[in-house]
């Protein structure tokens, strides 16, 4: 299968990337994404987890977070295969990898000896704590981190234990500030010839997003709850139910509100003490949906999106799948692409993000098959090894 011509603003970078599961590969796809020649090394047999990962009987997953990458395998377990591994690093300029702190170091591979034979290497690291401090050492994955570093006490109904948000929320923010890591130093590499180690933690990366919850409680003592579907005195704004089904309504600002009045067709709840101001509306915001629940299930979907939307009101659908296929707005924008992938033929999935106005990356590479597909090519290609050498590492359990 071919590839696209590669116009991302990334292109001629080599990453390699060790690990598996959500945060490295994800990192991986970014930057993939963005035009980086994403090098893969998995274990030789079955490889990274991912191939099996995702919900239906098709498991599709893969098919998203290793697209853009050349699979390689290499047995890391054993000295030979970690010295492959080094040359791979050697002619690189990304490593990104998400074992436990300590494995690379063990291998012989930790930063300060892949520095010595490759200064300008950029090194993500992604781990659930950290690569310091007393909990290091810890397994780590996903929902740990979300529960530690905030997300999962205040995700949920206050009546039910805390929630999951449905995706691995974690391992992807820890990618994605891995990401923004390694684009900070490759700027500053460029300037002075240094590598660098990007250190991402799964809890930290969390704690990022959490916006005001440490301060208010340092300042207030106020810790946040459990809140369910609302944002706490912040009304109107919910999903509410219509005769078919839910709508997303945002009219908490006081001039919206005072149109949204007007749409229900009660302009004098914009004038009522109790509704007229923001901080009012936060007081009674339970009624105040209960009131608006009433209202929008008289109405279908359609017929509350147009009212929004000739009212000007931030509202809109909740989306499935099956909704975003069908949406004009994703298809004008190719939010969502087709693409001929090589292990499930022709597959809907999301664009590379974010937008270009120059070097717009995307899906040049299908997600490799089978661990090692691409072996002979990358040792080839990178090392300059010859097809005998290359036979006989794969024959020796190496690859």
């Given at each position: 299968?071919g590839?696209?011509?590669?116009?991302?603003?990334?292109?001629?970078?080599?990453?390699?990337?060790?690990?598996?599961?959500?945060?490295?590969?994800?990192?991986?796809?970014?930057?993939?994404?963005?035009?980086?020649?994403?090098?893969?090394?998995?274990?030789?047999?079955?490889?990274?987890?991912?191939?099996?990962?995702?919900q239906?009987?098709?498991?599709?997953?893969?098919?998203?977070?290793?697209?853009?990458?050349?699979?390689?395998?290499?047995?890391?377990?054993?000295?030979?295969?970690?010295?492959?591994?080094?040359?791979?690093?050697?002619?690189?300029?990304?490593?990104?990898?998400?074992?436990?702190?300590?494995?690379?170091e063990?291998?012989?591979?930790g930063?300060?000896?892949?520095?010595?034979?490759?200064?300008?290497?950029?090194?993500?690291?992604?781990?659930?704590?950290?690569?310091?401090?007393?909990?290091?050492?810890?397994?780590?994955?996903?929902?740990?981190?979300?529960?530690?570093?905030?997300?999962?006490y205040?995700?949920?109904?206050?009546?039910?234990?805390p929630?999951?948000?449905?995706?691995?929320?974690?391992?992807?923010?820890?990618?994605t500030?891995?990401?923004?890591?390694?684009?900070?130093?490759?700027?500053?590499r460029?300037?002075?010839?240094?590598?660098?180690?990007?250190?991402?933690?799964?809890?930290?990366?969390?704690?990022?997003?959490?916006?005001?919850?440490?301060?208010?409680?340092?300042?207030?003592?106020?810790?946040?709850?459990?809140?369910?579907?609302?944002?706490?005195?912040?009304?109107?704004?919910?999903?509410?139910?219509?005769?078919?089904?839910?709508?997303?309504?945002?009219?908490n600002?006081?001039?919206?509100?005072?149109?949204?009045?007007?749409?229900?067709?009660?302009?004098?709840?914009?004038?009522?003490?109790?509704?007229?101001?923001?901080?009012?509306?936060?007081?009674?915001?339970?009624?105040?949906?209960?009131?608006?629940?009433?209202?929008?299930?008289?109405?279908?979907?359609?017929?509350?999106?147009?009212?929004?939307?000739?009212?000007s009101?931030?509202?809109?659908?909740?989306?499935?799948?099956?909704?975003?296929?069908?949406?004009?707005?994703?298809?004008?924008?190719?939010?969502i692409?087709?693409?001929?992938t090589?292990?499930?033929?022709?597959?809907?999935?999301?664009?590379?993000f974010?937008?270009?106005?120059?070097?717009?990356?995307?899906?040049?590479?299908?997600?490799?098959v089978?661990?090692?597909?691409?072996?002979?090519?990358?040792?080839?290609?990178?090392?300059?090894?010859?097809?005998?050498?290359?036979?006989?590492?794969?024959?020796?359990g190496?690859?």
């Amino acid at each position: 299968m071919g590839e696209v011509a590669n116009t991302g603003a990334l292109k001629g970078l080599r990453v390699v990337e060790m690990g598996q599961l959500l945060a490295g590969p994800f990192c991986g796809q970014l930057l993939g994404d963005m035009g980086a020649d994403i090098i893969k090394i998995e274990a030789p047999g079955k490889g990274d987890p991912m191939r099996v990962w995702g919900q239906g009987e098709e498991k599709v997953q893969w098919e998203v977070i290793a697209r853009n990458k050349r699979s390689v395998t290499c047995n890391l377990r054993v000295p030979e295969g970690q010295d492959i591994a080094r040359q791979l690093i050697a002619k690189a300029d990304i490593l990104i990898e998400n074992f436990k702190p300590g494995t690379l170091e063990k291998w012989g591979l930790g930063p300060d000896d892949l520095h010595a034979i490759n200064p300008g290497l950029i090194i993500a690291r992604m781990s659930g704590y950290g690569q310091t401090g007393p909990y290091s050492t810890r397994a780590g994955f996903g929902g740990i981190g979300e529960a530690m570093g905030g997300w999962r006490y205040i995700v949920g109904d206050p009546d039910r234990p805390p929630a999951r948000m449905g995706i691995s929320i974690g391992d992807t923010l820890c990618a994605t500030y891995g990401t923004m890591g390694v684009l900070a130093a490759l700027h500053h590499r460029e300037k002075t010839g240094e590598g660098q180690v990007i250190d991402t933690a799964l809890y930290e990366a969390v704690l990022q997003v959490m916006e005001g919850l440490v301060p208010e409680y340092d300042q207030n003592a106020f810790i946040r709850e459990r809140s369910g579907s609302i944002l706490p005195g912040i009304a109107p704004s919910n999903v509410y139910t219509c005769s078919d089904g839910p709508f997303m309504i945002g009219a908490n600002n006081d001039a919206i509100f005072a149109r949204f009045a007007k749409a229900m067709g009660c302009p004098e709840l914009a004038e009522d003490e109790r509704y007229a101001t923001h901080l009012a509306r936060g007081v009674h915001q339970t009624e105040l949906d209960i009131l608006i629940n009433e209202w929008t299930a008289t109405l279908t979907i359609d017929e509350l999106d147009a009212l929004m939307i000739e009212y000007s009101i931030p509202a809109g659908r909740v989306y499935t799948a099956k909704d975003m296929l069908t949406d004009p707005h994703f298809q004008e924008r190719e939010a969502i692409i087709e693409v001929e992938t090589e292990g499930h033929g022709k597959l809907k999935m999301q664009n590379a993000f974010p937008r270009f106005s120059k070097t717009q990356g995307g899906f040049r590479r299908s997600a490799p098959v089978t661990p090692g597909q691409h072996n002979a090519e990358v040792m080839s290609e990178v090392l300059g090894w010859d097809a005998a050498e290359i036979e006989e590492k794969t024959k020796s359990g190496l690859m």
